[in-house]
């Protein structure tokens, strides 16, 4: 689905004949060759910083969830402590 087989893309490179010429083929295909990879490059590029991007949303998710952890910990901890005191 969406992908491009044999018979298309020989159709493609017979219409771009027609068009193009055999003169100027060569020329053309570079150019589309140079866009083509100009393009993955960016989007590639695009994909690898929403990476990094996503990677430190969830340390930072991480790290706030040990925080309260910890805190919640800690006062868990104090409360059997001053229990005791009032009880004295």
Same mark, same amino acid.
């Given at each position: =689905?969406?992908?491009?087989?044999?018979? %298309? #893309?020989?159709?493609? $490179?017979?219409? *771009? #004949?027609?068009?193009?010429?055999?003169? +100027?083929?060569?020329?053309? !295909? @570079? *150019?589309?060759?140079?866009?083509? /990879?100009? !393009? +993955?490059? !960016?989007?590639?590029?695009?994909? $690898?910083?929403?990476?990094?991007? =996503?990677? /430190?949303?969830?340390? +930072? /998710?991480?790290? %706030? $969830? %040990?925080?309260?952890? *910890? &805190?919640? !910990?800690?006062?868990? &901890? @104090?409360?059997?402590?001053?229990?005791?005191?009032?009880?004295?």
């Amino acid at each position: =689905m969406g992908g491009i087989g044999f018979s %298309e #893309l020989l159709l493609l $490179a017979v219409i *771009t #004949l027609l068009v193009v010429g055999p003169q +100027r083929l060569p020329e053309v !295909a @570079r *150019t589309l060759g140079g866009w083509s /990879r100009q !393009a +993955r490059q !960016a989007w590639q590029s695009l994909k $690898a910083e929403f990476q990094v991007e =996503m990677d /430190r949303d969830h340390n +930072r /998710r991480i790290l %706030e $969830a %040990e925080k309260s952890e *910890t &805190s919640a !910990a800690q006062v868990q &901890s @104090r409360e059997p402590n001053e229990q005791r005191n009032d009880a004295d």
